[in-house]
C-alpha cells in the first residue's frame, strides 16, 4: 500500500532541504514556475536564506518516503483582522505524483497549521492559466470582491 505522509520541513535535516531544493527546482522548470530550472547561484543560497526568514514554513509530501510535493508558506498580518495569515507562496506536486491527492494533503496540511497557530485566513495566488485553479475551489478558496489582480515590481 502506498504511504503519503505530510511532515514540516526540520532545515537541519538534509532530506528535508535536497526535498525542498529538489520538488522547488522541478516547478521551476514548469511552465507555471520560471520555464526553467532555478539559477545556480540561487539553489546554492536558497536554503540559508529561508533559515534568516523567520516567518517562512514548508511542508512536504512524502510519498512512500519519496518527496512527492512541497507548499512553501510565509506568515503574513491581517490588520482588518488584527490577526496573522499564511500566505502559500508556492505549492507543487512532481509530475509523476499528481491526481493521488497530495495537493489537496498538502493544502489541508497548511489549514490545520492556519488554525492551530490562530490564524484568520490563507491567501494564495494563481495564474489565470493554472490547471490548479480547480484544486483551489474544490478546497474552498474563492475569488474576492472586489476582483484583485496580484502585482509585482521587481527590484
Known sequence: MKE???IEADLSNEKHTDAILHVT???AKHPMGLG???PEDIREKLIDEIQNFPVW???IAFYDDQPAGIVNCVYSFSTFNAAKVINVHDLAV???FRSKGIGEALLAAVEKKAKETNCCKITLEVRADNRAKNLYERMNFEYGEPKMFF???YL
Do not use: A, G, Q
Open 25 to 27: 527546482n522541478e516547478y
Open 4 to 6: 503519503l505522509n505530510i
Open 36 to 38: 526553467k530550472p532555478l
Open 151 to 153: 502585482m509585482s515590481k
Open 94 to 96: 512532481l509530475k509523476n
Open 57 to 59: 514554513f514548508s511542508l
